[in-house]
Nanobody, 116 residues
Framework: QVQLVESGGGLVQAGGSVRLSCTAS????????MAWYRQAPGKQRDLVAA??????NYADSVKGRFTISRDNAKNILYLQMDSLKPEDTAVYYC???????????WGKGTLVTVSS
């Protein structure tokens, strides 16, 4: 089994930066694709960014401000978030698909609060 644990959330001022990490227990090579989702209070969970063997893609609302990357040697997925806005406030979840097992897995989330 693979488990995902997010870290790096917290309170940041608008215009600031935060880097989220998602540490996978197990062999990260078996998780593909991986992604970050977010859920704001009272809203649905939405895709923020995804990374596959073919490349990366981003929600329009974060393009040019967020960068997703992964370090397979350390089993970590990252989300670098720059030029943060109050509307980026949400719980951020790490997500991964496990094709060898025919299943997917989620982390428990980390809260990012952007103050104006």
């Amino acid at each position: 089994q693979v488990q995902l644990v997010e870290s790096g959330g917290g309170l940041v001022q608008a215009g600031g930066s935060v880097r989220l990490s998602c540490t996978a227990s197990g062999d990260i090579f078996t998780i593909n694709p991986m992604a970050w989702y977010r859920q704001a209070p009272g809203k649905q969970r939405d895709l923020v960014a995804a990374i596959t063997s073919a490349g990366t893609n981003y929600a329009d609302s974060v393009k040019g401000r967020f960068t997703i990357s992964r370090d397979n040697a350390k089993n970590i997925l990252y989300l670098q978030m720059d030029s943060l806005k109050p509307e980026d406030t949400a719980v951020y979840y790490c997500y991964g698909e496990l094709p060898d097992y025919g299943m997917d897995t989620w982390g428990k989330g980390t809260l990012v609060t952007v103050s104006s």
